[in-house]
Antibody, heavy 122, light 107 residues
Framework: QVQLVQSGAEVKKPGASVKVSCKASGYTFTSYGISWVRQAPGQGLEWMGWISAYNGNTNYAQKLQGRVTMTTDTSTSTAYMELRSLRSDDTAVYYC???????????????WGQGTLVTVSS | DIQMTQSPSSLSASVGDRVTITCRASQGISNYLAWYQQKPGKVPKLLIYAASTLQSGVPSRFSGSGSGTDFTLTISSLQPEDVATYYCQKYNSAPLTFGPGTKVDIK
């Protein structure tokens, strides 16, 4: 069965960086894209961006351009999301989610990681 | 970018009531629309994709309709376990924007 297992909770100071991992299993990793979605406390879902696990192509949400980098390691079937220059309003639960088969940023999310809480506080 | 809106932002209904949530896209998205249910502290769960296709295992009291810019999620008979926030999402192309959510509780 498809599983996405994320790394554990993080506490960071403003201005620092965080890197969250998402290890996939149960399917051919390179056949699907991975999106990252975050949810601030008490707020809605925000799509952050997408990476093709096939060729590493990315598509980032405009508001995060320049601060976010998504990568994959096909040898371990793991996707990573790094967010830099952290601010207090980056405090959120960060989810990875499997998108559509193929190499385009599209598709609904049937499979989600369990979420990683990132807290940004001085 | 295409914006997604939902109405109402919250609603309270009795067990057994028919509940309807509306999602609107600022431009046409054909039927590339998904609905998710999120219970407090839990991971979002896919309910419906392609605007009206019920995900496997989802109770048949949930249904979706619409195409283009206007979409609807209906719960035919509200149950206590349906208390949650419901989100629509466009998925035809990036950005894969979510609606702001509709919180449903029991009166």
């Amino acid at each position: 069965q498809v599983q996405l297992v994320q790394s554990g909770a993080e506490v960071k100071k403003p201005g620092a960086s965080v890197k969250v991992s998402c290890k996939a299993s149960g399917y051919t990793f390179t056949s699907y894209g991975i999106s990252w979605v975050r949810q601030a406390p008490g707020q809605g879902l925000e799509w952050m961006g997408w990476i093709s696990a096939y060729n590493g192509n990315t598509n980032y949400a405009q508001k995060l351009q320049g601060r976010v980098t998504m990568t994959t390691d096909t040898s371990t079937s793991t996707a990573y999301m790094e967010l830099r220059s952290l601010r207090s309003d980056d405090t959120a639960v960060y989810y990875c989610a499997r998108g559509e088969r193929g190499s385009a940023p599209k598709g609904y999310f049937q499979h989600w990681g369990q979420g990683t809480l990132v807290t940004v506080s001085s | 970018d295409i914006q997604m809106t939902q109405s109402p932002s919250s609603l309270s209904a009795s067990v057994g009531d028919r509940v309807t949530i509306t999602c609107r896209a600022s431009q046409g998205i054909s039927n590339y629309l998904a609905w998710y249910q999120q219970k407090p502290g839990k991971v979002p769960k896919l309910l419906i994709y392609a605007a009206s296709t019920l995900q496997s295992g989802v109770p048949s009291r949930f249904s979706g309709s619409g195409s283009g810019t206007d979409f609807t999620l209906t719960i035919s008979s509200l149950q206590p376990e349906d208390v949650a926030t419901y989100y629509c999402q466009k998925y035809n192309s990036a950005p894969l924007t979510f609606g702001p959510g509709t919180k449903v509780d029991i009166k």
